[in-house]
């Protein structure tokens, strides 16, 4: 399996587990694949004001070539702080909340 495919593989699977930790009702993942993998994932959640910022410090990681060194630990503890090797893969991050509607979307590119 490709690098691409299993960062792909893991960076979802910790984004899918963080949403059902907080009891998300819906959650949508779009994969679309041209020259890398771009992500959508989307879901129904309710975050509070703490989550939110919490999820975006995680994510806000910059881009780093480390991160695929730390890749096959990803998932294997189940620590939401996991979020934060995966976000050292991508790039073009994008994480919208509404928290009216109570709509998370969190987009981005596997570097």
Not at 45 to 62: G, I
Not at 66 to 80: F, K
Request: charged residues 35%; contains cysteine.
């Amino acid at each position: 399996m490709s690098m691409e495919k299993e960062a792909t593989i893991r960076i979802c699977t910790q984004l899918i587990k963080y949403l059902l930790d907080r009891h998300a009702e819906k959650v949508v993942v779009e994969i679309k694949s041209d020259e890398r993998y771009r992500v959508t994932v989307s879901a129904s959640v309710t975050l509070d004001e703490e989550e939110e910022e919490k999820l975006r410090s995680y994510l806000s990681t910059r881009p780093q070539e480390i991160g695929y060194y730390y890749l096959t630990l990803v998932g294997e503890y189940g620590a939401e702080e996991e979020l934060t090797v995966a976000a050292m893969l991508v790039d073009e991050l994008s994480v919208e909340y509404d928290k009216e509607e109570r709509r998370l979307e969190i987009s981005f590119r596997v570097r």
